[in-house]
């Protein structure tokens, strides 16, 4: 019995403490990466977009930043999903409002469950990515009529930004490995190049 509540007590010291503990250095470069992604994106970007497309897109690539920043072992994070994922799903996207351009109760549904598909066949699933292929649908007419140049810029070109910052970003700590390969020596993951998963 006192064999069983030692262990409980161990499980419950484990769960509590190491789950909800917060590594300082992490966070920190959690945001540095964040910071300077988001913002050489909207930098860049401002100079050719509106506000109101600026942020449709900020969006998207913010949410990949939680998996590429947050979550940098995640293999939605590595680069082939970032830069796959988002690729692809703005291709659908796009595909999509050529083809169903005025019903929207269609178009929205058909581009983030077909770029789901795609992500899926292609191993490049980014959940970002549906957000990618929904903007088009529900953008303003400036991003729609971009047609098929919204995947070269602004997606493109985000995605490219995101990940050339976070190889900087994560790589700067010898705790985060960017890209990750998910192996493990002793214990301690290997840093090893491997871009995807």
């Not at 178009?107 to 469950?113: E, K, N, T």
């Not at 992500?119 to 047609?147: D, F, N, R």
């Amino acid at each position: 019995m006192k064999e069983k509540v030692n262990r409980s007590i161990r499980v419950t010291k484990y769960v509590v403490y190491k789950e909800t503990s917060f590594n300082y250095k992490e966070g920190f470069w959690s945001f540095i990466g964040a910071f300077f992604g988001i913002g050489l994106i909207a930098f860049i970007q401002s100079f050719y977009l509106s506000d109101v497309e600026n942020v449709f897109l900020i969006g998207s690539f913010g949410a990949s930043c939680v998996l590429i920043y947050g979550a940098v072992q995640s293999p939605l994070a590595q680069p082939r999903n970032l830069i796959g994922g988002h690729v692809l799903s703005a291709f659908v996207g796009v595909t999509v409002y050529n083809l169903v351009p005025n019903i929207i109760w269609i178009a929205a549904p058909l581009a983030v469950s077909l770029s789901i598909i795609v992500m899926q066949c292609t191993k490049t699933l980014h959940p970002p990515g549906g957000a990618t292929a929904l903007i088009v649908i529900i953008g303003t007419e400036k991003i729609k009529s971009l047609s098929y140049m919204y995947v070269l810029s602004p997606v493109l070109t985000g995605t490219l930004i995101l990940f050339l910052v976070a190889l900087v970003a994560n790589n700067m700590n010898k705790n985060r490995v960017y890209p990750s390969s998910g192996k493990y020596v002793n214990g301690v993951r290997k840093r090893v190049l491997k871009i995807g998963s």
